[in-house]
């Protein structure tokens, strides 16, 4: 049985990092494994002690400990949501004075696990740093304080380092800013455009995806493009053929099957004729649930920049929600089946209804 102690996994963890630093390798995986795991397990074993030691350590005047401090503090606040306003709070003051880079790329990281709507102008602060290293984990770092705002600072910020001299500074902010960062404006598409056109693969490639997920028809051609490159079958690449409205698959897929499920899964959902039936699927699935159980409020949503369709029901019901797909395939592709299942969960709220069948 494990019983060392917060400081003493601290401890450890200390040593690991004083030992990649005065290392000759700094990319010591084995190092670095050890450091990550030790804290990992530090923070979520007591989160008011690990929060305790990583404002302690971020006080430090040795940088080393101010960067191991930031990392407690990022892992504790992903095991402990009670933390995270204290934990933001420490950060943005520690970021009005670092200086170091290193701790800088570990404080962005750690303040973004806040989801504090404070790390917003921290990072935006960061943004212009002259150190690539620091830019690019901001450009990683929007993901989770999103303001969700089309001409947010966070979104300006991430236009401005799609366009950094580094390409994996431009390929991380292209990635949030088209895939991570649901919002859609003008201006977001003229810089994914700009970056179709990048010479770094890996950035043109998110900028692809990104106008996809805007139903942006400029897409098509370069995901037709993508997916027939034998390298181009990535999961996300599929995702972004799904959202497209084409009328007709594109010409690649169907050189991908058979393959792995998610390949075969994704390909078929790319097929403009099996999501026109699925459509009508769910459509003749709410009109039977409306005629049989109006209490229910049934309604069909689709995520704005993905694929996935989902029945949901009225508040009262709770948060029961189900996959439109996985429901169909259930049911047999029968839409009376199909409201027969959702049915059986829900217990009517209607004066005088009987319940639903509890069984099938």
């Not at 503090?73 to 933001?88: I, M, N, P, Q």
């Not at 450009?139 to 989770?144: D, I, Q, T």
């Not at 993508?226 to 799904?242: K, R, V, Y």
Request: net charge negative; hydrophobic share 45%; proline share 7%.
């Amino acid at each position: 049985m494990e019983t060392d102690t917060v400081a003493e996994l601290v401890t450890r963890a200390l040593v690991a990092a004083r030992a990649i630093a005065a290392s000759d390798d700094p990319d010591d995986h084995d190092g670095w494994a050890e450091y990550v795991s030790l804290l990992w397990r530090a923070a979520s074993a007591d989160g008011a002690a690990a929060l305790q030691l990583g404002l302690e350590l971020i006080a430090s005047a040795d940088p080393i400990e101010r960067g191991a401090g930031c990392d407690l503090l990022r892992d504790t606040s992903y095991h402990h949501e009670a933390v995270r306003a204290g934990t933001a709070t420490a950060l943005v003051a520690l970021a009005q004075r670092e200086s170091e880079a290193g701790v800088l790329r570990s404080l962005a990281r750690a303040i973004e696990k806040t989801s504090d709507p404070r790390a917003v102008p921290v990072l935006v602060a960061l943004a212009d740093h002259p150190d690539a290293e620091v830019r690019e984990e901001v450009a990683r770092s929007f993901a989770e304080v999103l303001t969700g705002l089309p001409d947010g600072p966070d979104i300006r910020a991430l236009v401005g380092l799609s366009q950094d001299p580094d390409p994996e500074v431009r390929n991380w902010a292209t990635f949030t800013l088209g895939v991570q960062a649901e919002v859609d404006s003008p201006a977001i598409r003229a810089a994914l455009w700009e970056r179709t056109a990048d010479e770094h693969a890996d950035t043109r490639t998110e900028a692809i995806r990104g106008l996809a997920c805007r139903h942006d028809p400029r897409a098509v051609p370069f995901l037709a493009e993508l997916l027939d490159n034998p390298e181009g079958a990535h999961l996300l690449t599929f995702s972004a053929a799904q959202i497209t409205d084409v009328l007709e698959p594109l010409p690649a897929l169907p050189e991908y099957e058979p393959g792995d499920d998610w390949v075969t899964d994704a390909v078929n959902a790319c097929n403009p004729a099996r999501r026109a039936r699925l459509d009508a699927f769910a459509w003749e699935l709410v009109c039977t649930l409306d005629r049989r159980r109006p209490d229910l409020g049934a309604a069909v949503s689709m995520e704005r920049f993905g694929w996935g369709r989902s029945l949901g029901v009225d508040a009262a019901f709770g948060s029961s929600s189900y996959d439109i797909e996985a429901l169909l395939a259930r049911a047999d592709g029968d839409p009376a089946r199909a409201a027969e299942l959702v049915t059986a969960d829900l217990p009517s709220t209607l004066p005088g209804s009987p319940p639903g069948p509890r069984s099938l």
